[in-house]
């Protein structure tokens, strides 16, 4: 059967807009530098996940938290699949047009620390501020210095309630403070960060060690 012009026309756009939508993905895909930028959601392995419950990642996969500029904590000791789990949610971000920067905490820092040598960290600070999502890897690896500490804070203080920040750690929330060594600073930071944000506490046995035992990849982090 023929179609008329306006089905043809109404065909065309359609395309048009799949196709658009498709090149922004890509892009933002690129854009975002996850560490894992082949992991989705439906690459998870629940049996491997054992105390992540599928109806909360059901939720946070909406990723109503984003448009809420909510934030979200995935804890875990190390090899429990944190940083595979957290690209995972923000490519779900990235399918719905968010927009996405993974950074390791420590690499922000020095990124911080080079823009206020160039007189550039107020322009960097807003180039960051931009991104949907925030995501830092791997927090508290290390002492924050002074200089990094007050950066942060910078930094964190001017997306406050502008924009999500999606955090990786092995260390209990309660001991995060030791890593500002700064108590009054560390209040202000970890208030912004972990007041109305979603938790992951992830636990059991390294899946990084129950994937190696069966042959397979050792991405779990």
């Known amino acids: 059967m023929e179609l008329n012009f306006n089905d043809t026309l109404d065909h065309l756009l359609e395309t048009q807009l799949t196709s658009n939508q498709s090149k922004k993905t890509i892009r933002l895909r690129k854009q975002a530098k996850l560490r894992y930028p ?15 419950k ?5 939720q946070l996969a909406v990723c109503d938290w984003i448009r809420k500029k909510q934030n979200l904590l995935i804890i ?12 995972a949610i923000a490519q779900a971000g990235i399918e719905q047009h968010f927009s996405v920067l993974f950074y390791r905490l420590g690499n922000l ?9 160039e007189g550039k960290l107020q322009l960097l600070i807003k180039k960051r501020n931009r ?4 995501v830092l890897d791997d927090w508290g690896n290390s002492l924050m210095g002074k200089d990094e500490r007050y950066l942060f804070f910078e930094l964190i203080e001017a997306r406050d309630k502008k924009g999500s920040i999606l955090v990786t750690s092995q260390y ?47 991405d779990a982090n």
């Open 172 to 218: 209990p929330i309660d001991v995060w403070h030791d890593t500002f060594q700064d108590a009054t600073l560390a209040d202000s930071v970890l208030d912004r960060i972990v007041h109305n944000s979603h938790q992951i506490h992830l636990k059991g046995e390294s899946i990084r060690k129950l994937v190696g035992l069966q042959g397979g990849s050792n």
């Open 109 to 117: 820092l020095l990124e911080l620390i080079a823009a206020q040598n």
């Open 38 to 52: 082949n992991t989705f959601l439906s690459d998870i392995e629940h049996t491997l996940f054992t105390t992540l």
């Open 76 to 87: 875990g000791c190390t090899g429990l699949g944190k940083t595979s789990l957290a690209c």
């Open 54 to 58: 599928t109806s909360q990642l059901d």
């Open 131 to 134: 991104v949907d999502l925030l």
